[in-house]
């Protein structure tokens, strides 16, 4: 399971709260992704990190902020949570042949 | 990226070989052909990647003809735990920085 843990599995939150996520991997990859998958869509990637301090927006990146202060954790925090950002949340971090491992998913719902 | 197209859904029985065809007409030089495999209320799981020609592993073959236009994924002999969505991706392997774009995937149904 490449190491891969999130936190929360579950979360119920208001409109307009902070949200964070957090992703944690024990192998020392370098990379690692937040997704987000919403029925009838595939995953669609809200950011990446490719090293301590160092990340990047995907194509749904509006609305949400990550962090990587330390090699083994991947933060994703909505500063503001919408109803819009109910989804599933995977994290991912990438192998030896850039193939991706994948957590086992936040389920978060916005009221 | 390049993009790619599957077909949406597919129905199959147990025992049967099944083949899932994805085209990626716009592949690039350095894009390798990755599949996954995805059940419900889990993150997708990798199961095979390969350039070209045929790669086979425990689990599944991929055959990329030569033009690597289009590559099929060949589950043998699946059972009713293979009812599942696969996902066709195509990218640069030796770039991790690649936004990875996953389409809408096959949603194979094995039946009894």
């Known amino acids: 399971d490449a190491g891969i843990t999130q936190s929360p599995r579950h979360k119920v939150t208001e409109t307009g709260t902070p949200v964070t996520l957090r992703c944690h991997q024990t192998e020392n990859h370098r990379y690692m992704y937040w997704y987000r998958q919403d029925p009838g869509h595939g995953l669609r990637l809200i950011h990446y990190s490719y090293g301590v301090k160092d990340t990047d927006k995907g194509e749904v990146s509006d609305g949400y902020s990550v962090s990587r202060s330390k090699t083994e954790d991947f933060l994703l925090t909505l500063e503001s949570a919408t109803s819009s950002q109910t989804s599933v949340y995977f994290c991912?971090?990438?192998?030896?042949?850039?193939?991706?491992?994948f957590g086992p998913g936040t389920r978060l719902t916005v009221l | 990226l390049a993009k790619t197209t599957q077909p949406i859904s597919m129905d199959s029985y147990e025992g049967q070989e099944v083949n899932i065809t994805c085209s990626h007409n716009n592949i690039a030089t350095n894009d390798y052909i990755t599949w996954y495999q995805q059940f419900p209320s889990q993150g997708p799981r990798f199961i095979i990647q390969?350039?070209?020609t045929k790669v086979t592993n425990e689990v599944a073959s991929l055959f990329i003809p030569a033009d690597r236009k289009s590559s099929t994924l060949s589950l043998p002999r699946v059972s009713l735990s293979d009812t599942a969505v696969y996902y066709c991706?195509?990218?640069?392997?030796?770039?991790?920085?690649?936004?990875?774009?996953f389409g809408g995937g096959t949603r194979l149904m094995v039946k009894p």
């Open positions: 390969g350039y070209k």
């Open positions: 991706l195509v990218g640069d392997v030796n770039n991790a920085g690649n936004m990875l774009t």
């Open positions: 991912a971090i990438t192998g030896e042949y850039n193939e991706q491992f």
